[in-house]
Antibody, heavy 119, light 112 residues
Framework: QVQLQESGPGLVKPSQTLSLTCNVS??????????WTWIRQHPGKGLEWLGY???????YYNPSLKSRVTISVDTSKNQFSLRLSSVTAADTAVYYC???????????WGQGTLVTVSS | QSALTQPASVSGSPGQSITISCSGI?????????VSWYQQHPGKAPKVVIY???KRPSGVSNRFSGSMSGNTASLTISGLQAEDEAEYFC????????????FGGGTKLTVL
């Protein structure tokens, strides 16, 4: 059973780069047909799809954030990562990693990690 | 692309049925059958309850059902139980492709 776990700093200063890693266990990130995804949830608000990556390195990003988002994959560590540059307070959110399946659902999800942008 | 539109809240008594709507523009909900629904309890990660408009993942109660009419998708929960009280989000591909996804703003279900 695949499980995902986010890790990274919980506090980032404005204008800096937010960096998170998602560790995949119970399955290989190299398994075909899956897209490794980042989604965030602003406090008390809805969900926002940030983007995803295929194990080959092909990436797809939310157009509204495309200039600031980078998702990468490390198949040797069975991990994928998120970098969000030039952060502001508006980027304060719970960040989730998830797996998109071929039948177009996101499952499973990590437990989520709160990232606060503040000086 | 803006988020899909859901009612902020719905409520129902135990045993009753409720329906949550999710409306979107033509290039979102109406173009594909890739709508999914997620249940989120406070402090927990979302969990899928419906995918591809009306399919139910293994392990999800058959009290959950999904449908779509035009540009509006719906989630119906029958035989409401206290454990169903949660936030529900719809999700769809957007932009005329399967490489961009949007979520609804979420609906808080209260079981009275």
């Amino acid at each position: 059973q695949v499980q995902l776990q986010e890790s990274g700093p919980g506090l980032v200063k404005p204008s800096q780069t937010l960096s998170l890693t998602c560790n995949v266990s119970g399955g290989s990130l190299r398994s075909g047909g899956y897209y490794w995804t980042w989604i965030r949830q602003h406090p008390g608000k809805g969900l926002e799809w940030l983007g995803y990556i295929y194990y080959t390195g092909n990436t797809y990003y939310n157009p509204s954030l495309k200039s600031r988002v980078t998702i990468s994959v490390d198949t040797s560590k069975n991990q994928f990562s998120l970098r969000l540059s030039s952060v502001t307070a508006a980027d304060t959110a719970v960040y989730y990693c998830a797996r998109r399946l071929v039948n177009n659902l996101f499952d499973p999800w990590g437990q989520g990690t709160l990232v606060t942008v503040s000086s | 692309q803006s988020a899909l539109t859901q009612p902020a809240s719905v409520s129902g008594s135990p045993g009753q049925s409720i329906t949550i709507s999710c409306s979107g523009i033509n290039s979102d909900v109406g173009s594909y059958n890739f709508v999914s629904w997620y249940q989120q309890h406070p402090g927990k990660a979302p969990k899928v309850v419906i995918y591809e408009v009306s399919k139910r993942p293994s392990g999800v109660s058959n009290r959950f059902s999904g449908s779509m009419s035009g540009n509006t998708a719906s989630l119906t929960i029958s035989g409401l139980q206290a454990e169903d009280e949660a936030e529900y989000f719809c999700c769809s591909n957007a932009g005329g492709s399967t490489t961009y996804w949007v979520f609804g703003g979420g609906t808080k279900l209260t079981v009275l």
